[in-house]
């Protein structure tokens, strides 16, 4: 039978799936749609399966908020190309809201995403769309009732959630892009242990004493 332009312009924008992967499942399934898809999520899953032991290194960090908390979700691809592609990022988006009501990776994943799907049946469609390992590796939410929340991301590599006790959520944004720039250990000088505290004075004497300060002042 003959398929249609049309026929393979809705495949595609129902599945996500490439034009020449929609023609040919439409052709295999006799014009029908809904075979059709059925086909190709069958297909991206076999994809996404092939290309799970490949590494994925490269990747964004999204943040997400509404009045019960905010989040960051990482999410992993192979490539920076990839990382910066449009349905990569559309994602990443769509994943980090939906981590606001779960509390596990692994219930984001079987978490509904859209029309029905669920996060993990839309990743293994992106596996098969942008033919690279994608994951979600993990994720950090922060409770509203904790107190203002601010969050940042640099460059879609950085994250940082600051919730503060008394404060606005400025100031606690303004600490945010503070922790991304310096990298900070601890949160305050109590929250340092000793023996920490002891080899950094040690550094700070072998220094004063290497610029020639009397001993008495060091």
Same mark, same amino acid.
């Given at each position: 039978?003959?398929?249609?332009?049309?026929?393979?312009?809705?495949?595609?924008?129902?599945?996500?799936?490439?034009?020449? @992967?929609?023609?040919?499942? +439409?052709?295999?399934? #006799?014009?029908?749609? @809904?075979?059709?898809?059925?086909?190709?999520?069958?297909?991206? $899953?076999?994809?996404? !399966?092939?290309?799970?032991?490949?590494?994925?290194?490269?990747?964004? /960090?999204?943040?997400?908020?509404?009045?019960?908390?905010?989040?960051?979700?990482?999410?992993?691809?192979?490539? !920076?190309?990839?990382?910066?592609?449009? &349905?990569?990022?559309?994602?990443?988006?769509?994943?980090?809201?939906? =981590? $606001?009501?779960?509390?596990?990776?692994? =219930? $984001?994943?079987?978490?509904?995403?859209? =029309?029905? @799907?669920?996060?993990?049946?839309?990743?293994?469609? +992106?596996?098969?769309? +942008?033919?690279? &390992?994608?994951?979600?590796?993990?994720?950090?939410?922060?409770?509203?009732?904790?107190?203002?929340?601010? =969050?940042?991301?640099?460059?879609?590599?950085?994250?940082?959630?600051?919730?503060?006790?008394? #404060?606005?959520?400025?100031?606690?944004?303004? /600490?945010?892009?503070?922790?991304?720039?310096? &990298?900070?250990?601890?949160?305050?000088? !109590?929250?340092?242990?000793?023996?920490?505290?002891?080899?950094?004075?040690? /550094? +700070?004497?072998?220094?004063?004493?290497?610029?020639?300060?009397?001993?008495?002042?060091?």
């Amino acid at each position: 039978m003959t398929i249609t332009a049309s026929q393979v312009k809705e495949l595609r924008e129902r599945s996500g799936a490439g034009m020449m @992967e929609c023609k040919k499942a +439409l052709v295999e399934t #006799g014009g029908d749609i @809904e075979a059709a898809i059925e086909q190709l999520r069958k297909s991206g $899953l076999a994809k996404a !399966d092939k290309k799970a032991g490949r590494v994925a290194a490269e990747g964004v /960090i999204v943040d997400a908020s509404d009045a019960e908390g905010a989040v960051l979700v990482e999410i992993n691809c192979e490539t !920076d190309f990839v990382a910066k592609d449009e &349905n990569f990022r559309s994602f990443a988006e769509v994943v980090a809201r939906t =981590a $606001l009501h779960v509390d596990s990776i692994n =219930a $984001l994943r079987e978490a509904e995403f859209e =029309a029905g @799907e669920t996060v993990e049946v839309r990743r293994q469609q +992106l596996v098969a769309k +942008l033919g690279e &390992n994608i994951q979600l590796r993990r994720f950090e939410r922060v409770p509203a009732a904790a107190g203002p929340i601010g =969050a940042y991301v640099h460059g879609g590599r950085i994250g940082v959630l600051v919730s503060l006790q008394g #404060g606005s959520a400025e100031l606690a944004r303004d /600490i945010a892009m503070h922790v991304a720039a310096l &990298n900070p250990q601890f949160v305050d000088a !109590d929250a340092v242990p000793g023996d920490v505290l002891e080899k950094e004075k040690e /550094i +700070l004497r072998a220094q004063a004493q290497d610029s020639g300060k009397p001993a008495e002042i060091i």
